[in-house]
Each structure stands twice: as C-alpha cells, then as structure tokens.
C-alpha cells in the first residue's frame, strides 16, 4: 500500500509499505477515505517529540471503510463507513471504565500516563497511523463508530480530534453562563474551543494568536474578538485591561508546545513568539486568568524547558483542567449540535492534498502558507 513514511526532520514521503494485517481477534483494517494533518502532527515533522523512528506513519485524524474483521469483532462488519477516534483504548480497564479512554491502561507500554495514539511516535505506542491507504485498527469493538447517515463525512473527520479537542477543552473551562473565555491558539482546535464557548454559555470569547489570517479566520467561524499579541507590549496587561482590570473567568491553553520548531530559553516580551518546548502560552493564561478562575489544557506538550508559574496558579486560587481528550465521549452531543446546525466542523478545512502531494501538505501547513487552517487528505483518487 501507500503509505506516508518518516525519514527525519522536515523530511517525509510516500513509500510502499506492507499492507497492515489482523494481529489479534478483535482487530479491524480499515481503508482510508479521508485524513488529515493535525497542528501535533507538526511535532513529530519537526524532530521534537522522542522515538519517532524511521518509516513510521503519521495520522490520527481519519476515517474509512472497514476492509475485514478479527473472529471476535461484534460491532463493526466489512463494508461499514467508520469514523475512528484518535485514542487506541481497550474499553474495559479501570480508567476506560471511567471514560478516561486518552488513559487506557492496556494499550502503551512505553508510559504511564498517556494511553495509545495512531501515528505519534514510539511514545504512544508505536502505532502506524491514517495517512495511508490503510490502517489496522485495534480494539475494533469499542474504538471505531460507523458514521450516521446524517452527518457529513468532513465533519465525522473533524471529530476524530480536532474540532472534538476544542469542545473537551471548552468542557474543562467548566464555563457558567455569562462568563469572559480567553482561549490561546487560533489553531484548528484553538478556532473549535472558542466556538464551543458559546454552546456553553459563554458572554464574550477572545482568542489571542500572532497570525492574521488566523485572527481573521476566529472572527468568522468562531465570533470572537482577537488580540494580535505582537502588536501589544503586554499581552497580560492588554487582556487585563479588557477585562476590567479582573482577568477573564476562563482561560484555554489551545498552544501546547507550538509546532514552530524552536526554543524558547528566556522570555522578556510578548512579542516572542509562542514556540516549541516553552510553556509561554501556560504561563500567559495562569497570569491573565482572574484570581479563582480556571485554566483548562488540551495543547500538546512536550518536554519543558522553562519553569511553570505553579506558585501563582496556588498563591491565585486557580483550579487547572487538562487532558489529551478522550474524543468519543463528546460524539454524541457534537451530533446534536451538528443535527441543530449550530455547528459545523468542516467549515476548518481550507486545502485538500492527495496522499501522493502530504509532503507539500506537510510544508504548506508547517510554513502556514496560503491561509491555511486545516489541511486533509485524500488517500482514494
């Protein structure tokens, strides 16, 4: 098969690979009809996240038709049209019993806290990922749901994580009606959170970024004010002022370790970008939050390499929320919203490359070229 392969840093390609087989009676091989390269992906492209090895796939975000099933699967059947979550988790430990499926137990032996993932590297698994014409896919029976006649399938793709992501993030915000939400990132999932804000009762959304076309893009989709951080002195300071003085109720860190490739090693400015490695986002939302407020994390962190303000998130009396999110568990009130029109995930998506074309993906999205947000991938000619 196709499939898109590592090679190092900044570099990727389309190899021949093996085509993926049953390895356990509960697995499922899943042909791919549409993925995408997430913000994370960018990571690994990047050389930043450990053991990513050589010829491994990239891809957590994809859906597909299901080519054959292990003797145990019971759920799924050959020919179903299935949307897969971007967590590999077994259903039944004790963390998957408490719907904490991004924590599965029984699917990582390469750490403790984070469970299995598709396509990111040794460190959650070692799992080949959805940019390829196909996919294994373990636990068939409790990962993978077959797509509703109803919902369109870019938008059953957006909620493999990303738009998925937002929504858990604006969840952990734990947002009471009326509230101020301050949401870092104007990312797909950044761009999400905020639009989930206001499903969840939110009075007034800014979401801060350094991109214009991304600034311009939460206007539109997300109905938020924005703050260009580049262009202020201080952006705690600024966002203070615009909030009376107080801070916002809500803080979303929608950055993470930003996928820019670099390190921060001091930071003097809010002109510095927010870039790989540096909790700088982490540490503008734990100042810019009201004291009493909360802090919810779903960005993407990898090793730090600057300290976290943790004395004045304790000394200001804030509650911190954060998780990788357990996606599925969000599936059934986002096909409500989606059914009610109130949203509609596909409207991220702005450029479409072919599996033959992810290298230029990869590049376009890295350099944020062309007024780009979401790009996805079309494995089927």
């Known amino acids: 098969m196709k499939a898109m392969t590592y090679r190092g ?6 190899d021949s690979k093996p085509e993926p087989r049953l390895q356990h009676p509960n697995d499922a091989i899943v042909r791919v009809e549409l ?18 090895r050589v010829g491994h796939t990239f891809g957590h975000e994809f859906i597909g038709t299901v080519e054959s099933v292990g003797a145990s699967v019971q759920n799924l059947r050959v020919g179903d049209r299935v949307m897969v979550p971007f967590n590999i988790f077994c259903g039944s430990c004790f963390f998957c019993a408490r719907g904490l499926y991004s ?8 750490a403790t806290a984070i469970g299995g993932i598709y396509g990111y590297s040794h460190t959650t698994g070692g799992y080949d990922g959805g940019q390829a014409e196909l996919v294994r896919v373990p636990f068939a029976d409790v990962g993978p749901t077959v797509i509703p006649d109803d919902i369109h399938p ?8 990303a738009f998925s992501t937002g929504y858990f993030g604006a969840q ?35 979401v801060v970024d350094h991109i214009d076309y991304r600034l311009r ?11 260009h951080f580049g262009e202020v002195d201080d952006v705690v300071r600024t966002l203070k002022k615009m909030t009376d003085g107080l801070g916002a109720d809500r803080v979303i860190d929608a950055v ?7 390190v921060i090693q001091h930071v003097t400015s809010a002109k510095l970008k927010l870039q790989g490695g540096s909790p700088v986002a982490l540490n503008w939302a734990i100042d810019s939050v009201r004291k009493g407020g909360t802090v919810s994390v779903m960005g993407a962190y990898g090793p730090l390499y600057s300290a976290v303000k943790f004395g004045d998130a304790m000394n200001k009396g804030l509650t911190l929320r954060m998780n990788q999110a357990p996606v599925k568990r969000q599936w059934p009130r986002l096909f ?31 350099s944020k070229l062309d007024g780009i947000i979401k790009p996805i991938i079309t494995p089927v000619a």
């Open 256 to 262: 993470g370790a930003e996928a820019d490739g670099h």
């Open 9 to 14: 840093p900044y570099k990727i390609r389309v």
């Open 217 to 227: 893009k939460a206007e539109q989709f997300a109905y938020a004010e924005t703050l």
């Open 154 to 161: 870019e938008d059953a793709l957006l909620l493999t994580d």
């Open 35 to 52: 993925a995408a390269i997430c913000g994370s992906d960018l990571h690994l492209y990047h050389g930043m996240m450990p053991d990513t």
């Open 103 to 110: 924590n599965c137990h029984n699917v990582n032996a390469n």
């Open 336 to 366: 409500e919203h989606i059914r009610a029109g109130r949203i509609a995930p596909r409207e991220l998506i702005t450029h479409r490359f072919a599996l033959d074309d992810i290298a230029e993906g990869y590049h376009v999205f890295s």
């Open 172 to 206: 952990l915000a734990d947002i009471v009606e009326g509230d101020t939400v301050v949401v870092f990132g104007a990312g797909p999932v950044g761009l999400a959170a905020a639009r989930s804000c206001w499903l969840m009762g939110a009075g007034r959304v800014i």
